[in-house]
Each structure stands twice: as structure tokens, then as C-alpha cells.
């Protein structure tokens, strides 16, 4: 039985969440609450908080918000009115992708193959979250594009610069490093939004062509890494790439909404 088909006959949608939790921080993650392959059915959701206790206060509003997204960018998704449970399936401690270079948890449904139909879908949410992206940032003047906020804040520049080369870490997760895209070896050189255009049609085009053991394989890159124990699969990849560029959409609202007209 599929969740909209539960909305309609009156059962709440019950969505496990996945945490890493440090000292200081907490960040949820939205994974599928069905058995079989671990496909996430909100991937891209994530909650970033104090506190697990703050974490899981916020959720419920988050997946409503999270779900509203996705029906705006016409996503089959449960009705406005269907009830939110959630359900903590595990927890990982001590680490986790606060700041660039951080290790990143592998949970047990990015253990699952990633078969090429469901990359399909991560690609189709990835060009929702750019296309929400760019409409935030393509007509902003270089002035804003370049104004800190601080001594150690990032300009806005600087984040789009950051999303479009985590796109290519990810892919270097996965794959040898003779293999990957010859573009980005100059990728410095190119104007801002050419850059990341360039950087998402080569990511994707990488990953579509992972052979059948690259999308099942739990890898453990040694290059370009301070962590040779983190462990990768294609499956979370594919869950940061969409979690990552989201995350950072809504701190370039806050940066904007801060800056003013």
C-alpha cells in the first residue's frame, strides 16, 4: 500500500528519520517507511538543530513543508491533511556533514543497490532544487553576489562555487579518478552559473553511466579526503548531492532576507 493510497483510507504516513548527532548539533534525515530497497520517499528532507530534542520538534512541520515542495514541482505526494508520525530508525554519534569536509554517516537504507530507474528520480528532484536555486540567485547583481556579512561569513558567490564542487566529490566518491569528467580539471576559470551548469550536466552524466557493481558497491575512497574510513555507496551520494544543494538554498534565503532590498 502506497502512502496515498494510506492518506486516503485514514492511516497516518509514518517517516523514519536517520540522525548524527555531535556535542552541539543534531541533523535528521528522511528515509522511506516501507520494507524492501531503502528508496527514500522524501529524499532531499533534512532538519538541522541544537539538539535531537530540538530536532524532532521541528520535523513534523518540516516534511509538511517538505512535501508541499515537492507537489509544487508536481510530485505524487500524499494530501495537504495527511497526518505526520515520525519514527527515529537509527542514530550515528560523535560526526556528521556540518562543515565542509565532514564525515557523513552511511545509514542502512544507503546500503541498497541504486538501480537506474531510482537515479532517475534523484536527477528529476536535483533539477527542482536547481531550478529553485537559480531563481533565488540568477538576477542577483555582483554586489550582492559578492557581499560577506562578515570576516569568516561566505559570500553568496562562494556557496554557489561550493555546491557545484560537492557535486564533483560525490562523483569522486564513487568512481576511479582517470574516470572522472576532463571539464572539471579548469572549472576555476569558468563565469559562476556556467560553472555550475557545467558541473551538473557532467556529475550527471557520470553517474549515469556507473556500471551495475559502482551503484551497489560500498566504497572507501583514500583520495582528496581527511576520512579513508568514511564509507560511500551510490545511494548516499545521490541523498547528500540533493540534501547539500537544498541545504544551502535555504542559507542563501537567510543571507538575503538578512542583506534586505
Given at each position: 500500500?502506497?502512502?496515498?493510497?494510506?492518506?486516503?483510507e485514514g492511516i497516518m504516513s509514518r517517516y523514519p528519520v536517520y540522525l548524527e548527532i555531535t556535542d552541539d548539533l543534531c541533523l535528521a534525515h528522511t528515509f522511506t517507511c516501507g520494507a524492501g530497497a531503502g528508496i527514500p520517499d522524501l529524499p532531499g528532507c533534512t532538519v538541522r538543530a541544537p539538539s535531537r530534542a530540538e530536532v524532532l520538534?521541528?520535523?513534523?512541520?518540516?516534511?509538511?513543508?517538505?512535501?508541499?515542495?515537492?507537489?509544487?514541482?508536481?510530485?505524487?505526494v500524499p494530501p495537504e491533511d495527511d497526518p505526520v508520525e515520525i519514527e527515529v530508525a537509527g542514530e550515528s554519534h560523535g560526526?556528521?556533514?556540518?562543515?565542509?569536509?565532514?564525515?557523513?554517516?552511511?545509514?542502512?537504507?544507503?546500503?541498497?543497490?541504486?538501480?537506474?530507474?531510482?537515479?532517475?528520480?534523484?536527477?528529476?528532484?536535483?533539477?527542482?532544487?536547481?531550478?529553485?536555486?537559480?531563481?533565488?540567485?540568477?538576477?542577483?547583481?555582483?554586489?550582492?553576489?559578492?557581499?560577506?556579512q562578515g570576516a569568516e561569513a561566505w559570500t553568496i558567490r562562494?556557496?554557489?562555487?561550493?555546491?557545484?564542487?560537492?557535486?564533483?566529490?560525490?562523483?569522486?566518491?564513487?568512481?576511479?579518478?582517470?574516470?572522472?569528467?576532463?571539464?572539471?580539471?579548469?572549472?576555476?576559470?569558468?563565469?559562476?552559473?556556467?560553472?555550475?551548469?557545467?558541473?551538473r550536466r557532467t556529475a550527471v552524466d557520470r553517474l549515469r553511466r556507473l556500471s551495475a557493481g559502482e551503484r551497489e558497491v560500498v566504497a572507501y575512497p583514500v583520495r582528496w579526503t581527511n576520512h579513508p574510513d568514511e564509507p560511500w555507496t551510490a545511494r548516499k551520494a545521490s541523498r547528500r548531492a540533493l540534501e547539500h544543494e537544498r541545504e544551502h538554498t535555504g542559507q542563501i534565503q537567510e543571507l538575503l532576507l538578512c542583506q534586505g532590498p
Open positions: 500500500m502506497n502512502k496515498i493510497q494510506e492518506a486516503s520538534s521541528l520535523l513534523p512541520a518540516a516534511i509538511r513543508d517538505h512535501l508541499a515542495w515537492l507537489r509544487r514541482h508536481g510530485e505524487s560526526f556528521g556533514p556540518f562543515n565542509p569536509g565532514d564525515a557523513a554517516a552511511l545509514f542502512p537504507p544507503d546500503r541498497a543497490p541504486l538501480a537506474p530507474d531510482e537515479m532517475e528520480i534523484y536527477f528529476r528532484l536535483m533539477a527542482h532544487a536547481r531550478a529553485d536555486l537559480l531563481a533565488l540567485v540568477e538576477g542577483l547583481p555582483d554586489e550582492v553576489l559578492d557581499r560577506q562562494r556557496i554557489l562555487r561550493h555546491i557545484g564542487n560537492a557535486e564533483e566529490w560525490y562523483v569522486s566518491r564513487l568512481v576511479p579518478p582517470e574516470t572522472l569528467p576532463a571539464e572539471w580539471e579548469h572549472d576555476d576559470e569558468l563565469p559562476v552559473f556556467e560553472f555550475l551548469a557545467m558541473e
